[in-house]
C-alpha cells in the first residue's frame, strides 16, 4: 500500500506559477512510476504528466506541455508538478497517483486526496 498526500494548491492569477507537491509513504517509492491528474468542475478526471521511476522520461497532456513539469525526489519520497503560465482552465482539483511496471497501461493504482488549484482571470 501507498499513501499519497497533495499539497501546494491555491489561488493564482492567470499567468502566474504554483508548485504542487507529493508525499508518498508505505512502500518503496522509487519503484512506481508518478502521475499528475486534475478534475474541474462538471469535467471527467484528465491526465496531465507522468514520471518514471527513475525520473529520466515523463509526459504530459497537450494541454499542459511546455507550462508544466513533473519531477521527483526518490530520496524524499516527493513528486512535484511544477506550473507555469496558469490559465483559468487550469482550475481544477489536482491528484497524484502512483502505478506499478505490472499494473495495467493507463491504470494507477493510488491516488491522493487532492489539492484545489484556482486561476482566475
Known amino acids: 500500500q501507498v499513501q499519497l498526500v497533495e499539497s501546494g494548491g491555491g489561488s493564482v492569477q492567470a499567468g502566474g506559477s504554483l508548485r504542487l507537491s507529493c508525499a508518498a509513504s508505505g512502500r518503496t517509492f522509487s519503484r512506481y512510476a508518478m502521475g499528475w491528474f486534475r478534475q474541474a468542475p462538471g469535467k471527467e478526471r484528465e491526465f496531465v504528466a507522468v514520471?518514471?521511476?527513475?525520473?529520466?522520461?515523463?509526459d504530459y497532456a497537450d494541454s499542459v506541455k511546455g507550462r508544466f513539469t513533473i519531477s521527483r525526489d526518490n530520496a524524499k519520497s516527493m513528486v512535484y508538478l511544477q506550473m507555469n503560465s496558469l490559465k483559468p482552465e487550469d482550475t481544477a482539483v489536482y491528484y497524484c497517483?502512483?502505478?506499478?511496471?505490472?499494473?495495467?497501461?493507463?491504470?494507477?493504482?493510488?491516488w491522493g486526496q487532492g489539492t484545489q488549484v484556482t486561476v482566475s482571470s
Open positions: 497517483a502512483a502505478r506499478t511496471s505490472q499494473t495495467p497501461p493507463g491504470e494507477y493504482d493510488y
Open positions: 514520471i518514471a521511476w527513475s525520473g529520466g522520461s515523463a
